[in-house]
Each structure stands twice: as structure tokens, then as C-alpha cells.
């Protein structure tokens, strides 16, 4: 019986400076790694994982928002407002602005620095 995700898999022609800068920007820990392949799980605190490997290439296109397959990954927060602004100010590509919704839910989407898109959402109350 499947219990959960453990990781998420992330390809990066740079590994090593995508794990730092999820370590940098959203104060990640190194849970592995194998630097001979460029392969680091960075986890968060919730004990959930990002794998980080170091990919052939580059990204083969820059997919929008709304492309079909994997979009994003969407990343709870503590305190909404300093994460967005720690991204702003680090200069992140902001793929939507931040929105609050009428029940209060408020989400930014974004890019990491290897393309990927991630959502920061923070509700007032959990769906489960």
C-alpha cells in the first residue's frame, strides 16, 4: 500500500548550485548525497525531499504555467509574506504574482534557478 511521496526527482545541468540554492532560499538540509553523480536529496522540515541529479543537458524548453504534464511543485510555508519577499529580492522569475483568495488561501508561483516551476501556498486551514 502506498503510504505517501518521499521525493520528488529534479534534473539540473548544475546540481550542486540547484541544491544550494533550495538550502539557501528555503533553509533545506542535505538528507544524501553522492557528489561523484551529482545527486542530492535535499529535505525540508517536514522530513519531505526534493532529488536533485545532475541532468545531460539543459532544460529542452521553458514549459508555461498551464503545459501539459508535471507543472509544479507546491511548497507550504510558515510565513507567506517573508518567503515572497526573500524571492523577490533574490530576484526569482515569478511565473504569477501573489494572489489571495476569499477564503484567504494566498499563492505566488515561480522558477527556481534550473527553470522548474514551484507554488508557495499558505492556507488558514488544511485540505486533509
Sequence with gaps: MVTGIEHIGLYAKDSKALADWYIDMFGCTIAYENTS?????VAFADKS???ICKASDDMLSNP???DAGLR???LTVSDFDAVVAKLKGADTEIVADEVTSSSGV?????RDIAGNI??????P???I
Excluded at 553523480?37 to 536529496?41: A, C
Excluded at 514551484?118 to 492556507?123: E, G, K, T
Design 118 to 123: 514551484l507554488h508557495l501556498i499558505s492556507r
Design 64 to 66: 508555461a504555467l498551464t
Design 37 to 41: 553523480k551529482g545527486t542530492y536529496f
Design 106 to 110: 494566498k499563492t505566488i508561483f515561480f
Design 125 to 127: 486551514e488544511p485540505l
Design 72 to 74: 509544479h511543485i507546491a
Design 49 to 51: 525531499m526534493i532529488e
